[in-house]
């Protein structure tokens, strides 16, 4: 039945997946652009997130997780918020189950930019293809994108969505960008 609601929201033109490159996704108040940053080696790839939504009170993120596997628990997860004092907070973690994202020890996202007005917010920021991360992902390739559905409140310890979040049809393929842009 999950499967038939993801297939339903792509066919509702809600989300929109761009080629082995970049992409879009769109879900009511909530938006994200993404553009594979290709290094002069794989180790050195990137890639880059733009999300935003019309609260400036939630947090925004998105997660990887391995195919076949529309459950929560395993993903690897970037997300931030804009404080009302200007101030950005990024977060690179992972969620091994259904409770908090634990913080990785190593922060492998770095924020490009960010802005807050009153019925907006927007975070720019790179994530790294390759991690060092000890029990996360050590490579994104091959890995599907997570978007928040409804994103909790804004906070340093950030709380349950507000529902499922939506396991995307969108696979990371630095691979493949690779070989179309030779």
Known sequence: MYRLIVVCLLVAGQLVAGDHCSGSF?????????????????????????????????????????????????TDFAYGFVMPNGQTVLIDSFISGYGRPTTDEFQNV??????????????????????VDDGN?????????????SPGRAGLSIHKHQRSPIVSNIKLEFNACRASSK
Do not use: C
């Not at 770095?110 to 790294?128: A, L």
């Not at 992902?137 to 559905?149: C, I, S, T, W």
């Open 110 to 131: 770095n924020s490009v930019s960010s802005s807050s007005v009153p019925g907006r917010q927007e975070i720019t920021f790179t994530k790294s293809r390759k991690s």
């Open 26 to 74: 769109s879900r009511g108040p909530y938006s994200a652009t993404w553009d594979i940053k290709l290094g002069a080696q794989a180790r050195n790839d990137a890639i880059e997130f733009t999300i935003s939504h019309s609260r400036s009170d939630v947090w925004l993120g998105v997660g990887f997780k391995l195919p076949n596997d529309n459950s929560m628990p395993n």
């Open 137 to 149: 992902f050590p490579d994104l390739e091959g890995k599907y994108l997570v978007f928040p559905a």
